[in-house]
């Protein structure tokens, strides 16, 4: 079975920081794309970045463009999220999600997540 | 951008009922359209992707229609343990996908 396991969430300032990492197992992890998706407590879902599975092309939702980054290491199975200049908005439990498609033709979707992992952004 | 809207946005039904979650996007997505459900606490789960195309696992009382703009999500007999959250999400636009706001369901 798939596993993903998010880790690096916390408590941290308007204006800071924070990296969030998700370790990936059970599976080929640079044959997908990876994403990261958000949830403010007590609100939806909210698609934050993708990458492609050699790193080359990254998207990002416009409310984290220039302020996030995500990368990833197909040597170690991981994927990160860098989180810069940091909002009270952005307070969200952070979810990582693995891209998969159906078999015949690709149709795109999350078809396996972390646990995932909370970021809180306040003095 | 592309829009997704779900309606309603909260339902309440009883057990046996047949249930239906719509999904309005705001520009044609063809058949890029999946479906999760999401209890307290824990992550999502997929059930339908692809619009119609019911993931392995799931059971059968669940099943999704439509294409370009306009989509359901039909849960037959509604169960316990099909009190949730569910949420659609397009993958048409690859640079940038999004999620309905959420339906929540309560038996």
């Known amino acids: 079975e798939v596993q993903l396991v998010e880790s690096g969430g916390g408590l941290v300032q308007p204006g800071g920081s924070l990296r969030l990492s998700c370790a990936a197992s059970?599976?080929?992890?640079?044959?997908?794309?990876m994403s990261w998706v958000r949830q403010a407590p007590g609100k939806g879902l909210e698609w934050v970045a993708n990458?492609?599975?050699?790193?080359?092309?990254?998207y990002y939702v416009d409310s984290v463009k220039g302020r996030f980054t995500i990368s990833r290491d197909n040597a170690k199975n991981s994927l990160s999220l860098q989180m810069n200049s940091l909002r009270a908005e952005d307070t969200a439990v952070y979810y990582c999600?693995?891209?998969?498609?159906?078999?015949?033709?690709?149709?795109?979707?999350?078809?396996?997540w972390g646990q995932g992992t909370l970021v809180t952004v306040s003095s | 951008d592309i829009q997704m809207t779900q309606s309603p946005s909260s339902l309440s039904a009883s057990l046996g009922d047949r249930v239906t979650i719509t999904c309005r996007a705001s520009?044609?997505?063809?058949?890029?359209l999946n479906w999760y459900q999401q209890k307290p606490g824990k992550a999502p789960n997929l059930l339908i992707y692809?619009?119609?195309s019911l993931r392995s696992g799931v059971p059968s009382r669940f099943s999704g229609s439509g294409s370009g703009t306009d989509f359901t999500l039909t849960i037959s007999s509604l169960q316990p343990e099909d009190s949730a959250t569910y949420y659609c999400?397009?993958?048409?636009?690859?640079?940038?996908?999004?999620f309905g706001q959420g339906t929540k369901l309560e038996i």
């Open positions: 692809a619009a119609s």
């Open positions: 520009q044609s997505i063809s058949r890029y």
């Open positions: 990458i492609k599975q050699d790193g080359n092309e990254k």
């Open positions: 999400q397009q993958s048409y636009n690859t640079v940038m996908y999004s």
């Open positions: 059970r599976f080929t992890f640079s044959n997908y794309w």
């Open positions: 999600a693995r891209v998969d498609c159906s078999s015949t033709s690709c149709f795109p979707y999350f078809d396996s």
